[in-house]
C-alpha cells in the first residue's frame, strides 16, 4: 500500500488465561501469528514489526519462519512482564526507525482482523492526515489502530502507570473513525476463545 504505514504488532503476552503460547497455536494452514501478520501484509505493510516478551523463544521462532514469505522482524520489550502493554508499544515505536509518517498497532492474537479493516484505516490516514485512525463497531473502539508520527514523542515520554486508553482519551476530538465490523473487538484469551472462533 505504502511505505509510509508501517505496523507494530503486540505479541509480548504471557498467554496466562490459555495457559500455552496462544501465538503458535494452529489457525488454519498457519498459526496465530501466522494469520495476523499474513492478513497485514496482504492489506500492502510492507514493515511488520512483532514486540516479543513471553514466550519470547517460540514467538521469535516464529517470526524467523514467517520472513522468509512476509516482511517482518521481531524486536523484544524487556520490559514485558511488568511494562504492560504500553511498554510494548514504545519498545515498538522505538524499532521502527525514520521511514514511517504513521504506524498500525494490532494485536498479535486477533486473527480474525480483516484485510479490508487495515485497508481502511490507512486509507483514511492518507485521506485525512489524521494524528489518531481508529475503526468503530457500535461506537466501540477496536484494533489495529493508527497513530502519526506527530504523536510518538508523547507515548514514548508517558509513565508506565499511563495506560494507552487513558492516553488516546485525552485526544479524542482528534480522532478519524472507520467504520468495521466486530471483528476489530475479537481476540483469544482463554481455549474457550480459541475452540469458538478456530477456523
Known amino acids: 500500500m505504502t511505505r509510509e504505514i508501517s505496523t507494530i504488532l503486540l505479541a509480548a503476552g504471557q498467554s496466562s488465561r490459555m495457559g500455552q503460547p496462544k501465538l503458535v497455536l494452529p489457525w488454519g494452514k498457519t498459526t496465530v501469528l501466522g494469520q ?3 492478513t497485514f501484509a496482504a492489506a500492502g505493510i510492507e514493515d511488520i514489526l512483532v514486540v516479543t516478551g513471553g514466550a519470547r523463544d517460540q514467538i521469535e521462532t516464529a517470526v ?7 516482511p517482518v522482524r521481531g524486536i523484544y520489550n524487556p520490559n514485558h512482564d511488568r511494562g504492560e502493554m504500553l511498554s510494548s508499544i ?5 524499532g521502527l526507525g525514520a521511514m514511517p509518517h504513521a504506524t498500525l498497532i494490532g494485536l498479535g492474537d486477533q486473527p480474525q482482523v480483516r484485510e479490508e479493516t487495515i485497508r481502511a484505516i490507512c486509507a483514511a490516514y492518507l485521506r485525512t492526515e489524521a494524528r ?5 463497531f457500535e461506537n466501540r473502539r477496536g484494533h489495529p489502530w493508527l497513530a502519526s508520527r506527530p504523536f510518538w514523542a508523547e507515548v514514548m515520554a508517558l509513565p508506565q502507570s499511563t495506560t494507552p486508553r487513558q492516553f488516546i482519551n485525552s485526544y479524542t476530538g482528534q480522532i478519524e473513525y472507520v467504520q468495521a465490523d466486530e471483528s476489530i473487538l475479537q481476540d483469544l484469551d482463554t481455549p474457550e476463545d480459541y475452540s ?3 477456523p
Do not use: I, N
Open 132 to 136: 489518531l485512525v481508529f475503526p468503530s
Open 196 to 198: 469458538r472462533q478456530r
Open 64 to 70: 524467523t519462519l514467517l520472513a522468509k514469505t512476509y
Open 36 to 38: 495476523v501478520v499474513a
Open 90 to 94: 514504545q519498545a515498538g515505536l522505538a
